[in-house]
């Protein structure tokens, strides 16, 4: 029997870093539905196609074959056959894939293929819709949230460690916009599903999250297989 958990929040709540450990813990596969998004913005910017031209985007995206693979647990987004995950994290990718998940025909492209990950496996899927719109059958679903500032600041030491020039103030103000583009766009917006738990993590470290989210997860589980047993 496959079990899945759905992972939703903002940018930089530690979406990623807590999944990918929840996963581990459980032996489920972490599932990056972020890259995908991200590996069909790559797409769309190596055909050239203007950002601020929605029809353009929902035209293009048709072509793009975007899969999965999984090699020793990580997982290898594949585009047209080539493995792109190393380029998938760039300031530019990222603006594209900010626009670019918000054009539907890109949101019903993408649908199908999470949808069939977790019909096969027990997975943590982590996005934006994944409680609401793809796994609304999930066994648990939990909206991970921080303050836009523990967020920034979080972004900022990732930056200072990759000895990369930042401004906290300036990354604050990027996490403002891009939450509220996620939370404000038409189709599938980024929102809390009415049986999702929430973890603020903002005073949380990463290990104190991803007990947590354990403990909700087992707690759900034994009390379904006990409906079940009576
Ligand atoms: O989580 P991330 O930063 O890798 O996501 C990249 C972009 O894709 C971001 O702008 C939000 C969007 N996204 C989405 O709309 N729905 C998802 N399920 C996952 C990501």
Redesign the pocket.
């Known amino acids: 029997m496959v079990h899945n958990i759905a992972i939703d929040g903002p940018?930089g709540a530690g979406k990623s870093t807590v999944a990918q450990k929840v996963a581990k813990e459980l032996s489920f596969v972490y599932v990056d539905?972020?890259?995908m998004?991200?590996a069909m913005a790559l797409y769309l910017l190596r055909k050239g196609v203007n950002r601020e031209e929605p029809d353009e985007i929902g035209e293009a995206c048709q072509n793009a074959e975007i899969s999965i693979e999984y090699q020793n647990g990580e997982q290898i987004v594949l585009l047209d056959g080539e493995n792109v995950n190393a380029h998938l994290r760039t300031e530019e990718v990222?603006a594209m894939?900010?626009v670019s998940?918000a054009v539907p025909r890109v949101r019903e492209k993408l649908l199908d293929l999470q949808r069939k990950l977790a019909r096969t496996m027990s997975v943590v899927m982590d996005?934006?819709?994944?409680g609401t719109t793809i796994l609304p059958d999930a066994d648990v679903k939990i909206y991970l949230t921080a303050s836009s500032l523990t967020r920034a600041r979080r972004r900022y030491l990732e930056y200072q460690e990759k000895g990369e020039a930042c401004d906290l103030a300036e990354i604050q103000k990027t996490i403002e916009e891009?939450d509220q583009r996620?939370m404000t766009r038409e189709i599938s917006p980024l929102c809390q599903a009415e049986d999702a738990v929430l973890v603020d993590s903002s005073e949380l470290t990463i290990d104190e999250t991803v007990e947590k989210i354990l403990s909700v997860y087992h707690s759900k589980v034994s009390e379904k297989d006990k409906r079940y047993e009576g």
């Open positions: 940018a539905t972020g890259a998004y991200r990222s894939a900010s998940s996005g934006r819709d994944i891009r996620d």
